[in-house]
């Protein structure tokens, strides 16, 4: 299984890898190994989307031997998300992983190779399902192949027209159907499809295999009822539902219990959760709910919509500690008229008395963003209002985009459309400046002490690496034996636009 795409989708994956668990369904270590090869991928840009199609081509099935050709996994480790049966292992028994870090780590190479695992205990152990070989040789040539997510929903059957050799395209909104789907594989069926946006249902398993030992991931709204006119998420991953309070609060709590310690609360436009069950929890409480679940230490959450986030939420986090002192909130444009013309919601003004609203908080709170330039239409003073924009919060961190025109998507046919590179131009300048307010921030932190999980431990003896709350990484040295997943207090010595360097002060125990 290889992940394309936003957190969102790399949790979805997660569970995906849950309900293969869950039918038998065992790890091998290569693509060439594999009976099931799934794609979940992403179409929010035209290259992620392009990058799907150039991997089903790897696949084609060889003139000559009728077997697929398999790719090597991507070009950096971060790029290649493979099912890792040990790590699913560990994270059950709340392990410390020693040698992986965080998010990118992939296939453990000393995994057993075919080891299934289901509720930590070897196939061998449990009432296993004896997987049909046979049956499973299917379109491509020996595997079956799968795309999921956002092109899935997107290209829907033409998928099988440009890779006929694909056997299974499933979108995001349809993944509840997932288990009758592969059944259906399993029971010799050629081509099958779940692409039903129509949908009130949310995605819930059994067991999520988690990849990260030290953050777990919880999805507690789907889809998107915003429509901005770029975007094509409404689109590929159906209506806004939201998951009940009651249900995440008991799947907290089990993480708890296997060892995590901070969760990551996830939804394309999280801070418009909607509590369907009787609480009727607002965000802002389920917030402080989860933070009050015993050894929780800390809640993140992204990503937060400007209309949707008031005074209630930055109340929370200045409350509650556990609360993590960071929110991306998007922008996406300095200039009303072009979020006029994205269909944002919000002014200039309005998208900064929010920010005022947290600059005004006790406790300080980093503050991140998404922007695109180069919106058909975009001015060389709506640019500079976003400079201007970018100035005047001083973000964290920013993750800048060139406008990508998108299928079903409204501003596809607005006029004005900019060269490829003026885009580039803009984008540059964007990076350039946002690196300068980086440097500078990160340089204020110098000599400060900062309260740091590691969740990572470099080749090099000594080295660590883990985040602040307000999810800064801080590279430092540390003679201790094993300190992964501990709290540790970190002295800042130097930094950098994209981190911070520094020696541990103390080994963090009050808890
Ligand atoms: N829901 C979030 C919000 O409203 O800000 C964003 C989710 S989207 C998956 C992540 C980011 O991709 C967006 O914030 C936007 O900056 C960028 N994006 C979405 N559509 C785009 C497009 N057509 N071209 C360029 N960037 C795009
Ligand atoms: Fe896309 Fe806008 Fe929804 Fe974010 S809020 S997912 S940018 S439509």
Redesign the pocket.
């Known amino acids: 299984m290889e992940t394309f795409g936003c957190q969102m989708n790399e949790h979805d994956s997660e569970k995906v890898a849950g309900v293969l668990l869950a039918r038998g369904y065992k790890q091998v270590e290569t693509p060439d190994a594999a009976k099931v090869i799934l794609y979940n991928t992403c179409s ?1 840009r035209e290259k992620a989307a392009q990058k799907v199609f150039s991997r089903l081509g790897e696949l084609r099935p060889g003139e000559r031997t009728g077997e697929c050709r398999v790719p090597s996994g991507g070009k950096n480790p971060g790029e290649d998300r493979r099912f890792s049966a040990e790590a699913a292992g560990q994270e059950r028994r709340g392990y410390r992983d020693t040698s992986a870090s965080g998010n990118d780590s992939c296939a453990a190479s000393d995994a057993q190779p075919g080891m299934a695992v289901r509720d930590g205990r070897p196939a061998s152990e449990g009432p296993y399902k004896e997987i049909n070989q046979r049956k499973l040789v299917n379109a491509g040539g020996g595997k079956i192949i799968g795309v999921l997510g956002c092109v899935a929903q997107q290209e829907g059957e033409e998928i099988f027209e440009r890779a006929p050799w694909v056997s299974l395209v499933c979108g995001s909104a349809s993944y509840r159907k997932l288990p009758q789907l592969i059944a259906e594989l399993e029971a010799g069926n050629r081509r099958v499809t779940g692409l039903d946006t129509k949908t009130d249902e949310t995605f819930e398993t059994e067991i999520t295999r988690r990849d990260n030992p030290f953050r777990a991931y919880l999805t507690i709204i789907e889809g ?5 006119s ?5 689109f590929t ?1 159906g209506p806004e539902r939201s998951r009940s309070s009651a249900s995440i609060l008991d799947e907290v709590r089990q993480l708890a219990e296997m060892g995590y310690s901070e969760v990551q609360l996830l939804g ?2 999280v801070n418009s959760y909607a509590d369907p069950g009787a609480r009727k929890m607002r965000f802002s409480e389920l917030l402080v709910a989860v933070a009050e679940v015993p050894r929780i230490r800390r809640v993140r959450f992204t ?1 937060s ?1 400007p209309r949707d986030f008031g005074k209630d939420i930055v109340d929370a986090i200045e409350a509650y500690p556990a609360i993590c002192d960071h929110v991306h909130l ?1 922008v ?1 444009s300095g200039s009303t008229a072009v979020l006029r013309a ?3 919601t919000y002014s200039r003004e309005e998208y900064l008395q929010k920010i005022a609203l947290m600059k005004a908080a006790k406790r300080a709170i980093s503050i991140t963003t ?1 922007i695109i330039v180069g919106f058909p239409g975009e001015t060389e003073k709506d640019f500079q209002e976003t400079l201007r924009l970018m100035d005047e919060v001083q973000y964290d961190s920013a993750f800048c985009f060139k406008y990508s025109p998108r299928p079903n998507t409204p501003s596809l046919t607005m006029e004005d459309a900019l060269p490829e590179e003026e885009k580039s131009r803009r984008l540059a300048i964007l990076l350039e400046r946002q690196r300068e307010i980086q440097r500078a921030k990160n340089e204020k932190l110098v000599g400060q002490v900062l309260e740091v999980l590691v969740d990572g431990k470099s080749k090099k003896a000594g080295q660590w690496s883990g985040h602040t709350t307000s999810n800064k990484v801080v590279n430092f040295s540390s003679q201790a034996e094993n300190i992964l997943g501990d709290y540790v207090q970190v002295k800042v010595i130097s930094a950098t636009p994209n981190s911070l360097i520094g020696e541990m002060a103390a080994a963090h125990s009050d808890w």
């Open positions: 929010i998107c009822d915003k429509a901005c770029y975007c094509v998420v409404p991953r394309q436009t990503t919509h998007p996406q994205m269909a944002r998404d």
